[in-house]
T-cell receptor, first 113, second 113 residues
Framework: GEDVEQSLFLSVREGDSSVINCTYT??????LYWYKQEPGAGLQLLTY?????DMKQDQRLTVLLNKKDKHLSLRIADTQTGDSAIYFC?????????????FGQGTTLQVKP | NAGVTQTPKFRILKIGQSMTLQCTQD?????MYWYRQDPGMGLKLIYY???????DKGEVPNGYNVSRSTTEDFPLRLELAAPSQTSVYFC????????????FGPGTRLTVL
């Protein structure tokens, strides 16, 4: 079945770049997403990429998609302490136009001053 | 717009009790979703709805029920609470099922003792 895997933890120093990785299994997913969850809050969409794209850049965020390896990454440039959060990768499910997503376990990003 | 609101924020239940988690959105979104988030496990879809009067099971529907009598409201019912239902519950909504951002509520933290 469909599955999304992420590493659980990443620690970086303020000002460095962060790279959060994700692998997925459903090659027919049309959209792949990155969500951010701050402590005690719901998830918030950061960015998404359409499956026919290799890269998408949005200010400090760069998303890279390797369809052959089913690998997605999120790079945050000049990481700030306010970027400390849990980051979830998600893929759209194959079954029809339901908007259902499969989420990874989440990567906790710790930014040290 | 208030977005997606959930009540209550916190609740402690005894085994066998029942309760309804409320979810309301004021964005006129057709699609609504209920997820549970267990530590280190990401989000699992419980139930979803593609419009008023239509509901369907997600990955982990056992022990839960939903209804969707209006576009705005999508309550989640636990009939016989069990310790395995201790979790954080998130409601989300989106305008459609095709690459539309899911907007999340702040969550309900439920403990079953």
């Amino acid at each position: 079945g469909e599955d999304v895997e992420q590493s659980l933890f990443l620690s970086v120093r303020e000002g460095d770049s962060s790279v959060i990785n994700c692998t997925y299994t459903d090659s027919s997913s049309t959209y792949l997403y990155w969500y951010k969850q701050e402590p005690g809050a719901g998830l918030q969409l950061l960015t998404y990429i359409f499956s026919n794209m290799d890269m998408k850049q949005d200010q400090r965020l760069t998303v890279l998609l390797n369809k052959k390896d089913k690998h997605l990454s999120l790079r945050i440039a000049d990481t700030q302490t306010g970027d400390s959060a849990i980051y979830f990768c998600a893929e759209s499910m194959r079954s029809g136009n339901t908007g259902k997503l499969i989420f990874g376990q989440g990567t906790t990003l710790q930014v040290k001053p | 717009n208030a977005g997606v609101t959930q009540t209550p924020k916190f609740r402690i239940l005894k085994i066998g009790q029942s309760m309804t988690l409320q979810c309301t959105q004021d964005m006129n979104h057709n699609y609504m979703y209920w997820y549970r988030q267990d530590p280190g496990m990401g989000l699992k879809l419980i139930y979803y709805s593609v419009g008023a009067g239509i509901t369907d099971k997600g990955e982990v529907p056992n022990g839960y029920n939903v209804s969707r009598s209006t576009t705005e409201d999508f309550p989640l019912r636990l009939e016989l609470a069990a310790p395995s239902q201790t979790s954080v519950y998130f409601c989300a909504s989106s305008y459609s099922g095709t690459n539309n951002e899911q907007f999340f509520g702040p969550g309900t933290r439920l403990t079953v003792l």
